[in-house]
């Protein structure tokens, strides 16, 4: 289950993610984002309530990653402790800019 | 004992109320297979005199026998006696008193037909019972019949008898147990769940009688009996066991006043005697055997 | 022939009652004789010496219509072991009576305010009704809630038992009038249910299911084709002895409920055995007899097919302790086996297949169980274990599945969505490339231990043999434009998990994982 609360303004994208993030809805939110990249140089995806994330996801924030890489900035907000051992683990926390 | 002997010690002659005179009452243990018995008339001892003359060699053995209807404020008693001397003094004296308590027993109910009832009977009637060994209720209601009180003896009994109280003496337990024992006899307690023989006592009601009458100097109990079923007689001799007395068995055969077979000492199986009933054959006098 | 006695029967009376009776059995040494005791007040040891030396005569006597003092009498000098002795039964009568329960051997009534009969349909039942009662007594010593019946009265010519039920209402009762107490009642039903079959029986004291299941499975052989009777013998015959309680007819008109206490009743089914025959019967009562014809349910337990069918399918998932449907409907699947099992040989032994309608049930049912026996290779369930097709379209059911038994030993938040991604990459492995480009199934299975508290998930696939452990582990140290996907996965599995094994075993691929929490 995960619920994708998308704002788009000027150029800065806010996707709010809600629920789980793995094999089965990581393709929604890939849809989701690669369908709105062409128009975003700022690309803001929050956490805050995301409960979990499996390599589906992380596999979708690389792609994103690096889809915005030279076309602008990609930042995750409010990671919570769980997910953050994850990004450590795996040496996402350094790919990704996390705040 | 023999696995194929037959015993009764419990049987009535016409000394008593049985209907077999001493004599007779020898052919029909033989015939009927009996290879020791013993005659056990109420409160009365002289088929223990009249039979042993009259036994010859291929006779069943005997045992001089008696059974005391005894009372004390406790309950009702049937002491039988096995073994005595029939000559013996105490024993004597109790017979005596027993005949005594019965004859002013008997007089007395009869005074109380005359007073409560108005019945009166003649003199030759009554006085050719006084000399009876055991006049009772049977033989009043005979009379009552007779002479048109009553128009059957049972309901002489019921209407008349059974109404009368009486205020009436009996040898205790205690007299008849020592008068057996110091004529040399073996006092038994007579088929003991029933009591006087219309009662049920069982278990610890049971238990609180035997340690009494032990205490009188009680050596066995009847737990072989044409009226036990198993379970009676397996308690019974379980009692024995405990307080370490004798074991007897016996019908209560009375002739034709009763549907008791001789020898018929109950359903339960006594090929496999108890101890207590060993014990008993052999320190018992046995005559002719 | 027939001897009446009346009255008491003392010394004062005895001699003349025994020449009465004599006189009116003369000439017939040795015939049977029954006493009737029925106006017989008293009788004292004088009494019972005359009836030794009746018995004497005639072995085959019996007393019949003996009053509770008499019967005291009897039983205390113990002639009621030598001679059969039978009570006087007070007579009760059913007419206008509420019909409240119906099981294998009788039928419930309430009689009173206060009171039910059990009318037994055998009329010789004076053994069962024995039975019963000293299996309800059984119960309550091993902690069920009963009610144990006080007296044993005659209905018309059948023999009935009555136990005290004030102000209870069976559960059909509540399902058919008060729906919104559904919830409610699987509840109590299924905790009720839970204590019944976590309930230990000495052993010899109840009958074992599994004898009876193997008779009928092998009164099957001959109305299947030999395959599937072998295969049905077989099941049934793999299922372990098993010392625990079971019902043998737990549907709702026999669970009442009592001002606030759950009780259940008509125990005369009672058995030891594996809980799956339990849901095989339940299964029976809630839909199996009426699969054919929805009305039946509505007949027998007041309320419709619907509300049994959604009942039986909350009590299933409540008593298994998932709501993940494809563990539910396996466990049925099982329980159907053994039932149509059950309700095929019936039709059959009641001679109903001489009816148009009792063949077509035999039909229907048969090919049920056909199917039914080709996918099965057990009928043994383990509430830690799912088994399903490996497909991530299943993805959600399996972390149902693992979420609900780590929330049985109230794992950690975090510890638990660790577990959860593990779970995840396993399994997703194999839907993935196991059986590819065929389909396959994949078994998942939970185990906590304590000392100290260990969760141990295993998974067991029969496809390609493969290790995940070999691959090599990414680098990730590597900036994003060079890092990769593949791999990462098993990596976060290891690095999440206390200890991953896996090996190739039997043609299965077994891969397992352990947290400590």
């Not at chain 3, 030396?53 to 085959?60: L, S, V």
């Not at chain 3, 038992?161 to 059909?172: I, K, M």
């Not at chain 3, 002895?241 to 008509?266: A, F, R, S, W």
């Not at chain 3, 990414?474 to 791999?487: H, M, S």
């Amino acid at each position: 289950m995960l619920n994708i609360n998308k704002t788009v303004e000027n150029g800065k994208a806010v996707f709010a993610l809600e629920g789980r993030l793995d094999t089965v809805t990581a393709p929604d939110l890939e849809n989701e984002v690669m369908g709105s990249i062409e128009d975003v140089n700022e690309l803001t995806l929050d956490f805050a309530g995301l409960d979990y994330i499996s390599s589906a996801g992380l596999r979708v924030l690389l792609a994103a990653q690096k889809k915005m890489k030279g076309r602008g900035s990609m930042t995750v907000t409010n990671v919570n402790g769980s997910i953050m051992d994850i990004f450590e683990v795996t040496g996402f926390s350094e790919i990704l800019t996390i705040e | 004992m023999n696995h194929t002997e037959m015993i009764d010690l419990h049987m009535h002659t016409t000394c008593s109320d049985g209907t077999d005179t001493p004599e007779e009452i020898i052919a029909r243990v033989r015939e009927s297979g009996i290879g020791l018995f013993s005659v056990t008339d109420h409160d009365g001892i002289k088929a223990a005199s009249i039979i042993p003359p009259l036994l010859s060699g291929d006779d069943p053995a005997f045992i001089t026998g008696v059974e005391f209807s005894c009372r004390d404020a406790e309950g009702k008693y049937h002491v039988l006696g096995y073994g005595y001397d029939p000559d013996a003094l105490p024993i004597r004296q109790i017979v005596e008193r027993g005949h005594r308590l019965r004859i002013s027993k008997f007089k007395a109910r009869l005074e109380l037909l005359r007073e409560k009832f108005g019945f009166t009977f003649p003199r030759e009637d009554t006085e050719e019972l006084f000399v009876l060994d055991n006049p009772g209720k049977p033989h009043i209601a005979a009379l009552m019949v007779r002479h048109g009180y009553a128009e059957s003896k049972e309901q002489a009994f019921n209407d008349y008898l059974n109404r009368l109280s009486l205020n009436y003496e009996y040898i205790s337990p205690e007299d008849a147990i020592s008068g057996i024992a110091e004529s040399g006899g073996i006092p038994v307690l007579a088929h003991p769940c029933y009591g006087d023989g219309d009662q049920l006592i069982l278990g610890e009601d049971m238990e609180k009688r035997l340690r009494r009458l032990t205490g009188f100097g009680l050596k066995g109990v009847e737990a072989f009996y044409s009226g036990f079923t198993p379970r009676l007689c397996a308690e019974m001799t379980s009692f024995a066991e405990r307080f370490g007395l004798y074991v007897t068995a016996g019908s209560d055969y009375h002739g034709k006043n009763k549907m008791i077979a001789p020898g018929d000492i109950g359903p339960a199986d006594v090929s496999d005697a108890p101890d207590g009933l060993r014990r008993f054959l052999s320190d018992v006098t046995i005559i002719n055997g | 022939m027939t001897i009446k006695l009346n009255g008491r029967i003392d010394s004062n009376n005895a001699a003349e009652i025994e020449n009465d009776i004599l006189a009116q059995l003369s000439g017939q040494e040795g015939a049977p004789v029954e006493i009737d005791a029925s106006g017989l007040e008293y009788i004292s040891s004088a009494g019972l010496r005359v009836l030794l030396r009746i018995r004497k005569n005639h072995p085959d006597m019996r007393i019949t219509g003996v009053n509770s003092e008499v019967w005291e009498i009897l039983d205390m000098t113990g002639f009621t072991e030598m001679i059969p002795v039978e009570k006087a039964y007070r007579v009760v009568s059913i007419e206008g009576a509420e019909e409240i329960g119906r099981g294998a051997n009788g039928t419930i009534y309430r009689i009173d305010r206060d009171n039910v009969v059990k009318v037994y349909n055998n009329a010789d039942a004076l053994a069962d009704i024995q039975h019963e009662r000293e299996v309800a007594k059984l119960a309550l010593i091993l902690g069920i809630p009963t009610a144990i019946s006080y007296d044993v009265v005659k209905v018309g010519e059948s023999y009935g038992s009555v136990f005290e039920l004030l102000n209870a209402r069976s559960f059909s009762k509540i399902l058919a009038n008060e729906p919104e107490r559904m919830d409610w009642c699987v509840k109590e039903y299924v905790e009720l249910l839970g204590k019944i079959h976590s309930t230990v029986v000495p052993e010899g004291k109840l009958p074992d299911m599994k004898d009876t299941a193997l008779a009928w499975a092998r009164f099957m052989q001959d109305h299947l084709p030999a395959e599937a009777g072998n295969k049905l013998l077989a099941l049934i015959g793999s299922i372990p002895h098993d010392d625990h309680m079971i019902h043998g007819d737990y549907h709702t008109k026999n669970v009442e409920l009592q001002n606030d206490e759950v009780l259940l009743i008509d125990m005369d089914t009672l058995a030891v055995g594996h809980p799956i025959f339990e849901l095989a019967s339940m299964f029976n009562a809630f839909i199996g007899f009426s699969e054919y014809d929805h009305e039946n349910i509505k007949r027998f337990q007041g309320f419709d097919f619907e509300t049994g069918s959604t009942f039986w399918h909350k009590t299933l998932s409540a008593y298994l302790g998932t709501r993940c449907e494809t563990k539910i409907r396996e466990v049925e699947d099982k329980a159907r086996i053994i039932g149509y099992t059950r309700l095929i040989r019936r039709t059959i032994v009641r001679g109903e297949t001489e009816t148009e309608e009792g063949r077509e049930k035999v039909k229907m049912w048969t090919e049920e169980l056909l199917g039914l026996l080709d996918k099965t290779d057990t009928l043994l369930f383990s509430r830690n274990e799912l088994e399903l097709e490996a497909a991530t379209g299943n993805l959600d059911e399996v972390q149902l599945f693992v979420d609900e038994r780590l929330a049985e030993v109230d794992c950690p938040p975090k510890a638990q969505m660790q577990i959860g991604v593990a779970v995840e990459e396993i399994f997703v492995n194999i839907a993935s490339y196991a059986y590819a480009p065929d389909k396959g199934k994949a078994t998942v299975r939970v185990e906590v231990t304590e000392d100290p508290v260990t969760v141990t998930v295993t998974f067991v696939d029969h496809g390609v043999p493969y290790d995940p452990l070999a691959k090599e582990d990414p680098d990730v140290t590597l900036p994003a434009e060079k890092r990769e996907i593949g791999g990462l996965g098993i990596f976060m599995t290891k690095q999440i998990m206390d200890d991953v094994a896996y090996e190739y075993r039997d043609g299965q691929n077994i891969l397992t994982l352990k947290k400590n929490l």
